[in-house]
């Protein structure tokens, strides 16, 4: 028979088993994405009215109001009667959002006006956008 030396066998049986690590990767891929919060931008960039105070803001519902008096969310274009199952669906998602109107500064005051009593009434907490 013949032997074989032991240098030789341990260079034969060393394997590295990825398995493990590659599910700790996916678990923490699905953790992120599950808990990450995506922010839907309304589609145009109303030109805004000036404000003298104004604070920072982070909202996770973003409506813009143009001068034509059409609302727009996530890149779509809406009467304001069409609003409320959208944003319905977009605080389901996220229940702790917040909102903000960024209104044109040739946009109605009323169709504006209607958009915060909407978001009022679905209990979201609101503040109009200024420069």
């Known amino acids: 028979m013949a032997r074989r030396s032991r240098v030789e066998i341990d260079s034969e049986d ?3 088993n990825m398995t493990p690590m590659l599910d700790v990767v996916f678990i923490l ?3 992120f994405i ?3 919060v995506f922010v839907k931008t ?3 960039e109303p030109n805004r009215p000036e404000a003298k105070t104004a ?3 982070a909202p996770g519902i973003l409506i813009a109001v ?3 008096d059409e609302v727009w969310i996530d890149k779509q274009p809406y009467a304001v009667n069409e609003i409320r199952p959208i944003v319905l669906a977009m605080r389901d998602e996220n ?3 917040e909102a903000i109107i960024i209104g044109d500064r040739e946009a109605h005051v009323g169709t504006v006006m209607a958009v915060q009593e909407l978001l009022a ?4 907490n609101t503040r109009i956008s200024t420069e």
Do not use: H, M, R
């Open 29 to 31: 891929l699905i953790f």
């Open 121 to 124: 009434d679905l209990q979201i």
């Open 55 to 57: 604070a920072e803001w």
């Open 34 to 36: 599950v808990t990450s």
């Open 42 to 44: 309304p589609g145009i």
């Open 14 to 16: 060393t394997e590295l």
């Open 95 to 97: 229940p702790k959002a």
């Open 66 to 68: 143009n001068s034509d």
